[in-house]
Protein backbone atom coordinates (compact mmCIF):
# COMPACT_ATOMS: atom_id res chain seq x y z
CA UNK A 1 0.00 0.00 0.00
CA UNK A 2 2.08 3.33 -1.24
CA UNK A 3 1.90 6.15 1.15
CA UNK A 4 1.80 9.81 0.10
CA UNK A 5 3.76 12.99 1.28
CA UNK A 6 1.49 15.27 3.35
CA UNK A 7 1.76 18.53 1.43
CA UNK A 8 1.64 18.18 -1.84
CA UNK A 9 0.69 14.31 -2.16
CA UNK A 10 3.94 13.17 -3.70
CA UNK A 11 4.19 8.83 -3.35
CA UNK A 12 6.44 8.21 -1.71
CA UNK A 13 9.19 4.97 -2.22
CA UNK A 14 8.21 2.63 0.75
CA UNK A 15 11.18 0.14 1.23
CA UNK A 16 10.44 -2.79 -1.01
CA UNK A 17 7.80 -1.37 -2.86
CA UNK A 18 6.99 0.17 -6.17
CA UNK A 19 9.12 -2.91 -7.96
CA UNK A 20 9.15 -2.56 -12.07
CA UNK A 21 7.10 0.66 -11.23
CA UNK A 22 9.48 2.82 -10.04
CA UNK A 23 10.56 4.48 -12.67
CA UNK A 24 6.85 5.14 -13.26
CA UNK A 25 6.20 6.91 -10.02
CA UNK A 26 9.11 9.00 -10.20
CA UNK A 27 7.91 10.60 -13.71
CA UNK A 28 4.44 11.09 -12.30
CA UNK A 29 5.81 12.53 -9.01
CA UNK A 30 7.96 14.78 -11.19
CA UNK A 31 6.09 15.51 -14.28
CA UNK A 32 2.56 15.84 -12.45
CA UNK A 33 2.73 16.54 -8.67
CA UNK A 34 5.20 18.69 -8.67
CA UNK A 35 4.69 20.57 -11.70
CA UNK A 36 1.29 21.24 -10.72
CA UNK A 37 2.78 22.45 -7.41
CA UNK A 38 5.41 25.27 -8.86
CA UNK A 39 3.69 26.09 -12.01
CA UNK A 40 0.30 24.50 -12.30
CA UNK A 41 -2.91 26.29 -13.10
CA UNK A 42 -6.36 25.01 -11.87
CA UNK A 43 -9.41 26.91 -13.34
CA UNK A 44 -12.38 26.38 -10.24
CA UNK A 45 -15.79 27.46 -11.11
CA UNK A 46 -17.25 28.98 -8.40
CA UNK A 47 -20.79 27.92 -8.82
CA UNK A 48 -21.74 28.28 -5.58
CA UNK A 49 -21.25 30.12 -2.67
CA UNK A 50 -18.70 27.42 -0.62
CA UNK A 51 -16.18 25.58 -3.12
CA UNK A 52 -14.10 22.71 -0.96
CA UNK A 53 -10.89 21.81 -2.65
CA UNK A 54 -9.39 18.34 -1.56
CA UNK A 55 -6.27 16.39 -1.40
CA UNK A 56 -6.00 12.82 -1.38
CA UNK A 57 -3.78 10.58 -1.76
CA UNK A 58 -2.87 10.44 -5.03
CA UNK A 59 -0.01 11.68 -7.03
CA UNK A 60 -2.33 12.77 -10.22
CA UNK A 61 -3.35 16.33 -10.68
CA UNK A 62 -5.35 17.91 -8.60
CA UNK A 63 -6.51 21.30 -8.68
CA UNK A 64 -5.47 22.09 -4.52
CA UNK A 65 -2.02 21.59 -5.40
CA UNK A 66 -1.65 23.78 -8.11
CA UNK A 67 0.37 26.83 -7.66
CA UNK A 68 -2.50 29.21 -9.23
CA UNK A 69 -5.93 29.31 -8.65
CA UNK A 70 -7.99 30.87 -11.54
CA UNK A 71 -11.53 31.45 -10.45
CA UNK A 72 -14.69 32.15 -12.55
CA UNK A 73 -18.23 31.83 -12.12
CA UNK A 74 -21.10 33.34 -10.73
CA UNK A 75 -21.52 32.59 -7.14
CA UNK A 76 -24.53 34.25 -6.37
CA UNK A 77 -22.67 35.95 -3.25
CA UNK A 78 -19.95 36.56 -1.37
CA UNK A 79 -18.10 33.34 -1.77
CA UNK A 80 -15.27 30.89 0.01
CA UNK A 81 -13.09 28.70 -1.95
CA UNK A 82 -12.00 26.07 0.96
CA UNK A 83 -8.62 24.57 0.68
CA UNK A 84 -6.93 22.21 2.63
CA UNK A 85 -4.87 22.59 5.79
CA UNK A 86 -1.22 22.20 4.18
CA UNK A 87 1.49 24.64 4.15
CA UNK A 88 1.28 26.19 0.40
CA UNK A 89 1.66 29.21 -1.13
CA UNK A 90 -1.46 30.29 -3.95
CA UNK A 91 -1.64 32.90 -6.53
CA UNK A 92 -5.83 33.57 -6.43
CA UNK A 93 -7.27 35.42 -9.62
CA UNK A 94 -10.48 35.85 -8.89
CA UNK A 95 -12.32 36.11 -12.11
CA UNK A 96 -16.03 35.52 -10.90
CA UNK A 97 -18.19 38.01 -9.96
CA UNK A 98 -18.31 38.28 -6.26
CA UNK A 99 -15.71 38.41 -3.77
CA UNK A 100 -14.18 34.98 -2.75
CA UNK A 101 -12.83 34.39 0.35
CA UNK A 102 -9.36 31.56 0.49
CA UNK A 103 -9.67 29.77 3.91
CA UNK A 104 -9.62 26.76 5.49
CA UNK A 105 -13.10 25.86 6.63
CA UNK A 106 -14.06 27.19 10.12
CA UNK A 107 -11.02 30.42 9.90
CA UNK A 108 -10.79 33.88 8.53
CA UNK A 109 -8.89 33.23 5.28
CA UNK A 110 -8.35 36.46 2.52
CA UNK A 111 -10.73 38.39 1.19
CA UNK A 112 -10.09 38.72 -2.88
CA UNK A 113 -11.85 41.46 -4.13
CA UNK A 114 -13.73 40.87 -7.61
CA UNK A 115 -11.19 41.49 -10.84
CA UNK A 116 -8.48 40.97 -8.59
CA UNK A 117 -4.96 39.13 -8.19
CA UNK A 118 -3.16 38.15 -5.14
CA UNK A 119 -0.37 36.07 -3.45
CA UNK A 120 -1.33 33.99 0.08
CA UNK A 121 0.08 31.45 1.80
CA UNK A 122 -1.34 28.56 3.45
CA UNK A 123 0.64 28.10 6.80
CA UNK A 124 -0.63 24.75 7.73
CA UNK A 125 -3.55 26.56 9.46
CA UNK A 126 -5.59 28.90 7.34
CA UNK A 127 -4.52 31.10 4.95
CA UNK A 128 -2.67 34.75 5.24
CA UNK A 129 -0.84 37.46 3.20
CA UNK A 130 1.88 36.16 2.02
CA UNK A 131 3.38 39.70 1.64
CA UNK A 132 2.92 42.67 3.83
CA UNK A 133 6.07 44.54 3.78
CA UNK A 134 7.86 46.12 0.40
CA UNK A 135 11.23 48.10 1.69
CA UNK A 136 11.53 49.20 -1.85
CA UNK A 137 8.73 49.64 -4.83
CA UNK A 138 9.08 51.37 -8.30
CA UNK A 139 5.49 51.73 -10.34
CA UNK A 140 5.77 52.39 -13.77
CA UNK A 141 2.76 54.98 -13.20
CA UNK A 142 1.19 57.34 -10.19
CA UNK A 143 -0.64 54.53 -7.44
CA UNK A 144 -4.51 55.84 -7.27
CA UNK A 145 -5.60 57.54 -4.54
CA UNK A 146 -8.35 54.82 -4.87
CA UNK A 147 -6.18 51.79 -4.17
CA UNK A 148 -3.97 53.94 -1.17
CA UNK A 149 -1.55 55.65 -2.67
CA UNK A 150 -0.24 58.86 -2.22
CA UNK A 151 1.48 59.92 -5.85
CA UNK A 152 -1.25 61.01 -7.63
CA UNK A 153 -0.47 63.76 -10.24
CA UNK A 154 -3.99 64.81 -11.47
CA UNK A 155 -7.61 64.75 -9.95
CA UNK A 156 -10.63 65.09 -11.24
CA UNK A 157 -14.24 64.36 -10.29
CA UNK A 158 -16.39 65.65 -7.29
CA UNK A 159 -18.09 64.81 -3.62
CA UNK A 160 -15.85 64.95 -0.88
CA UNK A 161 -12.02 64.04 -0.16
CA UNK A 162 -10.53 62.97 3.34
CA UNK A 163 -6.84 64.31 4.12
CA UNK A 164 -4.97 62.91 7.48
CA UNK A 165 -5.09 65.55 10.07
CA UNK A 166 -2.14 68.55 8.58
CA UNK A 167 -1.62 67.03 5.76
CA UNK A 168 1.46 68.50 3.91
CA UNK A 169 0.09 69.59 0.37
CA UNK A 170 3.32 70.82 -1.89
CA UNK A 171 2.57 73.54 -4.88
CA UNK A 172 -1.24 72.63 -5.19
CA UNK A 173 -3.37 74.14 -7.11
CA UNK A 174 -7.13 75.11 -6.75
CA UNK A 175 -9.54 76.11 -9.23
CA UNK A 176 -12.82 76.79 -9.45
CA UNK A 177 -13.80 75.01 -6.03
CA UNK A 178 -14.50 76.45 -2.44
CA UNK A 179 -11.02 77.80 -1.64
CA UNK A 180 -11.37 80.51 -4.53
CA UNK A 181 -15.44 80.76 -4.12
CA UNK A 182 -16.19 84.05 -2.21
CA UNK A 183 -17.99 83.42 0.89
CA UNK A 184 -20.21 86.25 2.29
CA UNK A 185 -19.41 86.84 5.95
CA UNK A 186 -22.63 88.29 7.49
CA UNK A 187 -21.98 92.16 8.95
CA UNK A 188 -21.61 92.73 12.30
CA UNK A 189 -20.74 95.90 14.22
CA UNK A 190 -19.80 93.75 17.49
CA UNK A 191 -19.46 90.12 16.12
CA UNK A 192 -18.18 89.09 12.38
CA UNK A 193 -16.34 86.20 11.82
CA UNK A 194 -13.81 85.04 8.83
CA UNK A 195 -13.21 82.20 9.10
CA UNK A 196 -10.10 80.86 6.83
CA UNK A 197 -10.99 77.48 6.15
CA UNK A 198 -14.13 78.62 4.10
CA UNK A 199 -12.60 79.94 1.37
CA UNK A 200 -9.35 82.39 0.61
CA UNK A 201 -12.34 85.19 -0.89
CA UNK A 202 -14.68 86.82 1.31
CA UNK A 203 -17.46 89.57 0.89
CA UNK A 204 -19.43 91.69 3.15
CA UNK A 205 -21.33 94.87 2.94
CA UNK A 206 -20.86 96.97 5.72
CA UNK A 207 -24.13 98.73 7.20
CA UNK A 208 -22.58 100.71 9.96
CA UNK A 209 -19.44 100.92 11.64
CA UNK A 210 -17.83 98.50 13.05
CA UNK A 211 -16.96 98.73 16.45
CA UNK A 212 -15.15 95.93 17.60
CA UNK A 213 -12.75 94.52 15.31
CA UNK A 214 -13.75 91.31 13.68
CA UNK A 215 -12.18 87.66 14.39
CA UNK A 216 -10.35 86.04 12.03
CA UNK A 217 -10.05 82.74 12.57
CA UNK A 218 -8.56 79.40 11.71
CA UNK A 219 -5.45 80.47 9.44
CA UNK A 220 -2.79 78.38 8.11
CA UNK A 221 0.60 79.40 7.84
CA UNK A 222 0.89 81.62 4.42
CA UNK A 223 -2.57 81.56 3.62
CA UNK A 224 -3.53 84.91 1.90
CA UNK A 225 -6.96 86.06 2.05
CA UNK A 226 -9.28 88.48 -0.33
CA UNK A 227 -11.55 90.76 1.48
CA UNK A 228 -13.85 92.65 -0.31
CA UNK A 229 -15.80 95.14 1.52
CA UNK A 230 -18.59 97.59 0.46
CA UNK A 231 -20.08 100.41 1.86
CA UNK A 232 -24.09 100.34 2.05
CA UNK A 233 -25.57 103.60 0.29
CA UNK A 234 -25.11 105.65 2.71
CA UNK A 235 -21.40 105.26 2.99
CA UNK A 236 -19.18 106.53 5.27
CA UNK A 237 -18.53 103.64 7.48
CA UNK A 238 -15.96 102.78 9.25
CA UNK A 239 -13.15 99.88 10.31
CA UNK A 240 -11.82 98.73 13.91
CA UNK A 241 -8.76 96.43 12.09
CA UNK A 242 -7.69 93.39 14.62
CA UNK A 243 -4.42 94.36 16.17
CA UNK A 244 -2.51 91.30 14.26
CA UNK A 245 -3.00 93.17 11.25
CA UNK A 246 0.39 94.71 10.29
CA UNK A 247 0.04 98.02 7.88
CA UNK A 248 2.87 98.99 5.49
CA UNK A 249 4.50 102.59 6.87
CA UNK A 250 2.39 105.57 6.10
CA UNK A 251 -0.44 103.34 4.80
CA UNK A 252 -4.03 104.56 5.03
CA UNK A 253 -6.00 102.10 6.94
CA UNK A 254 -9.44 104.10 6.34
CA UNK A 255 -12.54 102.65 4.62
CA UNK A 256 -13.81 104.89 1.50
CA UNK A 257 -16.50 107.24 2.40
CA UNK A 258 -18.27 107.02 -0.72
CA UNK A 259 -21.87 105.11 -0.64
CA UNK A 260 -21.30 101.84 -2.38
CA UNK A 261 -17.57 102.01 -2.91
CA UNK A 262 -15.63 98.65 -2.65
CA UNK A 263 -12.25 98.69 -0.88
CA UNK A 264 -10.41 95.08 -1.19
CA UNK A 265 -7.99 93.99 2.29
CA UNK A 266 -5.27 91.69 0.92
CA UNK A 267 -3.68 89.59 3.75
CA UNK A 268 -0.81 87.12 4.29
CA UNK A 269 -0.49 84.97 7.45
CA UNK A 270 2.75 83.96 9.30
CA UNK A 271 2.05 81.11 12.32
CA UNK A 272 5.72 82.87 13.67
CA UNK A 273 4.97 86.13 14.29
CA UNK A 274 1.00 85.25 14.69
CA UNK A 275 0.41 88.58 12.90
CA UNK A 276 -1.42 89.37 9.16
CA UNK A 277 0.54 91.63 7.12
CA UNK A 278 -2.28 93.22 5.38
CA UNK A 279 -2.44 95.76 2.37
CA UNK A 280 -5.63 97.79 1.52
CA UNK A 281 -6.48 99.15 -1.76
CA UNK A 282 -9.27 101.94 -1.74
CA UNK A 283 -12.22 103.06 -3.94
CA UNK A 284 -13.34 100.46 -6.24
CA UNK A 285 -16.55 102.00 -8.08
Known amino acids: MPSY ?37 ADITMSSTTITLSLTDSNA ?5 AIYLNLTGSPGGAAELRVPAVQKPYIVKNGS ?23 VYNNG ?5 AVDYIPSLTLGAALPVASGGTGA ?22 TG ?3 TTPVAVSFSATAMTVDCTESNVFTT ?11 ISN ?35 VLSISANAVDLVTATYRSATGFWYATLLKGFA
Open 177 to 179: NAQ
Open 97 to 119: DQQVTVKVAGLTGVVVPVGKTVL
Open 61 to 65: AQDAR
Open 125 to 129: TDVVT
Open 219 to 253: PQDGQTINWFITQDGTGGRTMTWPTSFKWPLDAST
Open 5 to 41: STSLKLELMDKGSNSNSWGTVTNTNLGTTLEQAIVGR
Open 153 to 174: TTSTGSGSVVLAVNPTIDRATF
Open 205 to 215: TFTANVTVAPT
